[in-house]
T-cell receptor, first 115, second 112 residues
């Protein structure tokens, strides 16, 4: 079984401030981890993914995430928020084979960026 | 990019009527998925398929059935639509093993 916990449903930061969105996972097999972004009334866009290569993963739009097995975490960060980062962010986990080979999502975090 | 198309994009239907949503892929990917998205719940898996005629339930399968008679099409049916099934439905295909997924644009379903 696999699951994802995203703490808090809403994060608000000032433009130019650090963005930190938290994600903790549970998986009975080595996980693959993902962050997706969804802008209002749009579909899902992949930000980045961890596939057991480098533990620090860089994605699009200046985002990055670090896989920490000891903490079962995969937190998303961006050094300096931009107004265009306002969106909903989802963390997701999948496993290698069979019934684990499907994406399980967290409940999502809405990021607001204040001018 | 793998081609994936959902139809219809929007639908309004009445309580108690059957509804079928279609997901079509232009390649031959084995795994296909149906999710629903609701505020505060993220995306939840309804059903998935790992091949023609091979399907399994996800975490919110009650009230839904699926069929996959050919590789490229994965159909989601609401046997008798209820207001609680008002949602946005996303189809996805697994394109790179367990670490690559492509999502459709979604179907917004309203049950009145």
């Amino acid at each position: 079984a696999q699951s994802v916990t995203q703490l808090g449903s809403h994060v608000s930061v000032s433009e130019g401030a650090l963005v930190l969105l938290r994600c903790n996972y549970s998986s009975s097999v080595p996980p693959y981890l993902f962050w997706y972004v969804q802008y209002p009334n749009q579909g899902l866009q992949l930000l980045l993914k961890y596939t057991s290569a480098a533990t620090l993963v860089k994605g699009i739009n200046g985002f990055e995430a670090e896989f920490k097995k000891s903490e079962t975490s995969f937190h998303l960060t961006k050094p300096s928020a931009h107004m265009s980062d306002a969106a909903e962010y989802f963390c997701a986990v999948s496993g290698l084979t069979g019934a684990n080979s499907k994406l399980t999502f967290g409940k999502g975090i809405t990021l607001s960026v204040r001018p | 990019d793998a081609g994936i198309t959902q139809s219809p994009r929007h639908k309004v239907t009445e309580t108690g009527t059957p509804v079928t949503l279609r997901c079509h892929q232009t390649e031959n990917h084995r795994y296909m998925y149906w999710y629903r998205q609701d505020p505060g719940h993220g995306l939840r898996l309804i059903h998935y398929s790992y091949g023609v005629k091979d399907t399994d339930k996800g975490e919110v399968s009650d009230g839904y059935s699926v069929s996959r008679s050919k590789t490229e099409d994965f159909l989601l049916t609401l046997e008798s639509a209820t207001s609680s099934q008002t949602s946005v439905y996303f189809c996805a295909i697994q394109t790179e093993g367990p670490y690559g997924y492509t999502f459709g644009s979604g179907t917004r379903l309203t049950v009145v």
